[in-house]
């Protein structure tokens, strides 16, 4: 089975620039997530999609960052401009959910990518 | 809102050592918590996880038990080996009363074993 893809690995860009990033989940999986990890912190959950609906954005920096997931297969993360304080990695996972109440909610997480601001 | 607290690393062990890495959580209803490891040069991946209070998630040796009235699930290992070596991350995913359930992340904590 393959895993969560995603690219690219590395990413170095001026600041006020834009920046793309791309995520192919697992087949099958009906959720995905992205998180921005910045170095010596846990994963910050951005957004998280079911299918190609919404979830959960209350952390995502709307006036500079967006994300879309058409199809409910795979997806882009943008963020036009970027700031310094953006430099981070971004995570993408996905996950299998089932029944009202699933059993577990185990992610599966892509490679990342590395977003230098400069 | 869900917040989850880990202790402070690096912890540094000699192999063989007993390992304890705390987790303690906040979060409304019952959530189910988990464990993610990241070896060094590799993606975050699931090491155990717990769905229900008193579970008890395993996997490699180690273990976790989710404790609802501590609200607690610390990760132990009873001899740690030098390739054990890395972040742990301690995760709970908390019911949101649009039928959703959201992750929550702590900060990771650093481990480093000396053989």
């Known amino acids: 089975e393959a895993g969560v893809a995603q690219s690219p690995r590395y990413k170095i860009i001026e600041k006020r620039q834009s920046v793309a990033f791309w995520c192919n989940p697992i087949s099958g999986h009906a959720t995905l997530y992205w998180y921005q990890q910045i170095l010596g912190q846990g994963p910050k959950l951005l957004i998280q999609?079911?299918?190609?609906?919404?979830?959960?954005d209350s952390q995502l920096p709307k006036d500079r960052f967006s994300a879309e997931r058409l199809k409910g297969v795979d997806s882009t993360l943008k963020i036009q401009p970027a700031k310094l304080e953006d430099s981070a990695v971004y995570l993408c996972?996905?996950?299998?959910?089932?029944?009202?109440?699933?059993?577990?909610?185990?992610?599966?997480f892509g490679p990342g990518t590395r977003l230098t601001v400069t | 809102g869900d917040s989850v607290t880990q202790m402070e690393g690096p912890v540094t062990l000699s192999e063989e050592a007993f390992l304890t890495i705390n987790c303690t959580y906040t979060?409304?209803?019952?959530?189910?918590l988990f464990w993610y490891v990241q070896y060094p040069g590799e993606g975050l991946q699931l090491l155990l996880k717990a769905t229900k209070a008193d579970d008890k998630g395993s996997n490699k040796g180690f273990e976790a038990t989710y404790r609802k009235e501590t609200t607690s699930f610390h990760l132990e290992k009873g001899s740690v080996q030098v390739s054990d070596s890395a972040v742990y991350f301690c995760a709970l995913s908390g019911y949101r009363n649009w039928g959703s359930y959201i992750p929550t992340f702590g900060r990771g904590t650093s481990l480093i074993v000396h053989p």
């Open positions: 996972a996905s996950s299998l959910e089932k029944g009202v109440r699933p059993v577990s909610y185990e992610q599966y």
């Open positions: 979060a409304t209803g019952y959530p189910s």
């Open positions: 999609f079911q299918n190609n609906g919404v979830v959960d």
